[in-house]
């Protein structure tokens, strides 16, 4: 691992690495993840609005493809508002100084109201999102808003390498003394070489133009870091040219725990 990947992965996890001082490069990166971050919302609102007017004012009698593009846009637009949000928290993740509010959920039903509401993103990709249901509710303790962007970057990362008509599966299920959330893909898988360098920061296994999705590299490691300080751990298993599995484990909360919270 280079020497600079190395201390931002550490700043994320927040670690300090001994006898290290964060390089001007970091800084750098840092700095200009959070200026551009600042400076596309003012442009983005304004956009949002427009958009917004235009589907208000327009006639009955209005094309379905100029309709069309006016909700291809507007989801657009609130996947960059979305990315954005995501940058800004990296970066709070980074400097220690991000918020959880973390209350009492029914993992199940969240999971499938996350997974329901972030459909909509990924329309203009030809991919279907299977849902299995658990028998049982199963409580936790979560930050709803954390684990929505958990669940969000998991399934970007899933549609990223999966194939025109291939399903992305998700799942709840008891595991030990907690609950496993999982997302399958039947993508390309992530070799040996990579794996060691997945939650890495701005790290790509796939960087050609064969991939749904573009990205930077950011959302996986921005994902460790969220699970990680809400107390739960993350992991995956692949195999090349078969698919990926990446799952988040979270402490189950028993009946008599639930009453005392």
Known sequence: MLRTESVLQNRVS???????????????????????????????TSIKAAIA????????NTS????????????????????????????????GSLQFE??????????????????KFF???????????????????????RLEQVLRNLLTNAVKFSKSGQNIEISVARRHAGVRVSVRDYGIGISDE??????ERFSQIDSSDTRNIK???LGLAFTKALVEKMGCEIGFESEPGIGSTFYVDIP??????????
């Open 194 to 199: 990579h794996r060691d360098k997945i939650f």
């Open 123 to 145: 329309k203009s990709h030809p991919v279907y999102f299977d849902m299995a249901d658990a028998n049982n509710p199963i409580w936790v303790r979560i930050d709803k808003h």
């Open 53 to 60: 007017l235009l589907k208000g004012l327009m006639p009955e």
């Open 252 to 261: 189950e909360i028993r009946p008599q725990s639930r009453k005392v919270a």
């Open 102 to 119: 973390s209350a009492i959920h029914e993992i199940t039903g969240l999971t499938q109201d996350i997974v329901a509401a972030n459909i």
């Open 64 to 95: 379905r493809d100029l309709r069309e593009l006016l909700e291809i846009a507007d989801r657009n637009s609130d996947a960059l508002t979305l990315l954005i949000t995501d940058l800004l928290d990296f970066e709070n993740a980074a400097s």
């Open 14 to 44: 927040g670690k300090n690495t001994p006898g290290k001082e964060v390089t001007s490069t970091d800084q750098a990166k840092s700095e200009f993840l959070a200026a551009v971050s600042h400076e596309l919302r003012t442009p983005l």
């Open 215 to 217: 990205g930077m590299g």
